[in-house]
């Protein structure tokens, strides 16, 4: 099975072929100095070239999946269309605000509803995914203990089985990690929590369910 789209290339196969436009005069300087080196292939030949790699890679859409991680959870095919929605992809960042008041709408009931269910004061859709997501919840802690009178807390408890952008987040803003071993069952080991909890630490990253896919159920503790 060929690995590379480039393997099943032969010269004069189309998959596309684009409308004429009307040339526009561009400087040299900006013109490619060699053809573009693509692939010549028949759409049929990219179809089962790329379906022919998928089922190669194991996921929800195959199998079981244990991973716990937020990028990794399974997103019905309903949510990727509402997600692709022109109302939502082709609003620009920079157009007035009136124009994307529907928008604006959506995101503030989100907010209002996850702050009602997690009970927090606030909270941000700004942060892009999960590992931006951990280095804004840290940026955020970090300013709470400063502005608490408590800098001195420099140490970030992370368990073994954590992802590794939890450590790699909390040294970006230069905090020591210390590990938290697992139980036997696979979540924080409490006992050992405890021991590491000290006037030292400024906060404990946790993801439940936690990255091998169980729920701690110490979570309270």
């Not at 941000?124 to 955020?140: D, I, N, R, V």
């Not at 608490?148 to 803003?173: K, Q, W, Y």
């Amino acid at each position: 099975m060929s690995a590379l789209i480039f393997e099943k290339s032969k010269t004069g196969r189309r998959d596309v072929r684009m409308p004429k436009t009307a040339k526009y005069p561009l400087d040299t300087k900006y013109r490619r100095k060699r053809a573009l080196d693509l692939p010549e292939v028949a759409e049929v030949d990219v179809v089962r070239h790329y379906m022919d790699l998928s089922r190669k890679a194991h996921g929800v859409s195959n199998g079981f999946y244990p991973l716990g991680s937020c990028t990794m959870k399974y997103n019905p095919a309903l949510h990727e269309q509402i997600a692709t929605n022109k109302a939502y992809a082709d609003i620009h960042p920079l157009q007035s605000e009136e124009t994307k008041q529907g928008s604006l709408a959506v995101m503030f009931r989100l907010k209002e509803a996850l702050c009602e269910i997690t009970g927090m004061a606030d909270m941000t859709l700004q942060p892009a995914a999960g590992a931006h997501g951990e280095l804004t919840a840290l940026m955020m802690i970090k300013a709470f203990h400063r502005d608490h009178g408590e800098a001195h807390r420099h140490i970030v408890l992370v368990p073994d089985s954590a992802h590794g952008t939890n450590p790699a987040s909390a040294a970006m803003l230069n905090y020591d990690v210390k590990e938290v071993p697992s139980d036997a069952n696979g979540m924080v080991d409490v006992k050992a929590l405890k021991s590491l909890a000290n006037e030292e630490v400024a906060a404990l990253m946790l993801t439940n369910p936690n990255t091998l896919g169980i729920f701690e159920k110490n979570i309270v503790e």
